[in-house]
Nanobody
Framework: QVQLVESGGGLVQPGGSLRLSCAAS????????MSWYRQAPGKTRELVAS???????NYADSVKGRFTVSRDSPKNTLFLQMNSLKPEDTAVYYC???????????WGQGTQVTVSS
């Protein structure tokens, strides 16, 4: 089992920044992928960014150049630095842990990000 706890969401004005954190605990073994997803009201959940245990990253086109995903490996923590935020970034942001080669996918409880003036 893996437990994920997100933090760092909140209300920010357009153009502002936020940093999300996702602390993972439990049975964490490489290789794995940790990801940020988001879900806006009335929309399906979508991938925002991901980072692998071997060091690669991936971003949705809508956030490239504005968001940066990173990991603190010793602390099993995933971060999402969000800059130049737009109202359309408003959503609940979820952390996901996917171990490779074994069954199981784990989700955090989500953290609300609201971009509004």
């Amino acid at each position: 089992q893996v437990q994920l706890v997100e933090s760092g969401g909140g209300l920010v004005q357009p153009g502002g920044s936020l940093r999300l954190s996702c602390a993972a605990s439990g049975r964490i073994f490489s290789p794995y992928v940790m990801s940020w997803y988001r879900q806006a009201p009335g929309k399906t959940r979508e991938l925002v960014a991901s980072a692998t245990s071997w060091g690669t990253t991936n971003y949705a086109d809508s956030v490239k150049g504005r968001f940066t995903v990173s990991r603190d490996s010793p602390k099993n923590t995933l971060f999402l630095q969000m800059n130049s935020l737009k109202p359309e970034d408003t959503a609940v942001y979820y952390c996901k842990f996917t171990p490779l080669g074994v069954s199981g996918v784990y989700w955090g409880q989500g953290t609300q990000v609201t971009v509004s003036s």
